[in-house]
Structure formats: C-alpha cells, structure tokens
C-alpha cells in the first residue's frame, strides 16, 4: 500500500512516498510539505506503542534553520524514524560540516534526538570536481538506536546509494478477512464434494415440514 507526499507546487520534483505491507496495522500520519522539507509519516505499532516511520526529502537549495527543523520534528510524535536525503552535512553523522548540517544538529541537540547512519558516502556527484558524500541517514526518537542496523544498498542504480535500515522490533499485524477459499482452491475436488455430498433430489416440501417438525 503506497503513500504519497508531492511537492506543494505538485510537479514533478521532490515529494516522498512510503510503501507498507497491508497485513501491518497503521495509519497514515501528519503529511509535512514545504517547499524546504517533504515528508510522508505511517504510525504503527508495536510492544511499546505507537512509533512514527517517515521518509524525508529535504531540497539542497533551502537554507534551512534549526527551528524549520525543530517545527517538522514536533510533528512526528515521540517516538519516530524519519530517514532520507536531508542534504545536510556534518560530521556528527560522517559527512562534512555545512551551515545546513549545522542548523539540523543543533535542532537534534535541542530535542534529544539520534541519529543513524551507514557512515558511508550515499550521494556520487557527476562533476568530476566534486567528492562523494553522505547525505542519506536516518533521525530517531525514543528508539534503542543498538535495536536498529543501517546499511548500504548497492542494488539499485542512482546518483544516490540507497541505505537499508533494520529495526528489530515486532509490529502488530491487521486481523485477516474472512474467506470462503484460500489462494489457491482446488476446485475439481470441491466440485466432486459438492457433486457427491449434495443430495439437489429433496422436494422442498419435505424440507419445510422437516423444519416445522424440528421447531415443535
């Protein structure tokens, strides 16, 4: 099941989208969108309570201050991964320091968050004059950070290495619908049960007598 977040001016740039298995019980969170942070946010739950899982895109052009970064956080509760491309750099998280970065560990500071990452650069520039860089990490709140392990993705083909983030945490599941069937039926055996079980040569006459009978 997807969820989307575009950029507010709704072209084709930007946006964040997050995609669950339907069986996990959640609901959609607050959709965040600026023209300087995007953000899509699903709250599930599970032994501790609600926690917020959201995916982040954050424009490199913005000059972001810490209490842009500080009004996104207040919005995700108070427990939350919020992992993407902030395009923010520091040294707190194993790139080089920016006024951005700056502006965002300070808001981290400020609010008792953590961070994860794979410590490893995550965004391979084609200018050849420019070096590679980690911008991709992860943001938490009120999660064990030695609970959760991040690594590099090197599957998809990007300009950007995607990260795999594993929390060890055990979510709760949506009850099942009921079915008359399972996926796969095997309708020739239903249909001699149904040929050899079924009696269709009753008269319905004798059927509702056989039903008065049994009331009295």
Known sequence: MPYI???PDKKAHGGTAVIIRQNLKHHLGTSYSTE??????????????????TAVYSPPKHNIKTLDYEHFFNTLGHRFIAGGDYNAKN????????????????????????????????????????????????????????????ESCLELTSDHTPILVTMHTYFLQQPKKPSL???????????????????????????LNWKTRSTN
């Not at 996926?183 to 008269?203: M, S």
């Open 91 to 150: 040294t707190y998280w194993a790139s080089r320091t920016t006024t951005k970065g700056r502006e965002l560990h300070i808001a981290m500071r400020n609010n008792n968050l953590q961070h994860i990452s794979s410590c490893q650069p995550t965004d391979w520039p084609s200018d050849m004059t420019k070096q590679p860089d980690l911008l991709d990490f992860c943001i938490t709140k009120g999660i064990a950070t030695q609970k959760v392990s991040v």
């Open 5 to 7: 977040t575009p950029h």
């Open 181 to 207: 069937s399972n996926k796969n039926p095997d309708w020739e055996v239903f249909r001699e049960l149904i040929e050899t079980q079924i009696n269709l040569k009753i008269p319905l006459k004798w059927t």
């Open 36 to 53: 300087h942070i995007q953000a899509t946010s699903i709250v599930l739950e599970d032994y501790m309570g609600e926690i917020t899982v």
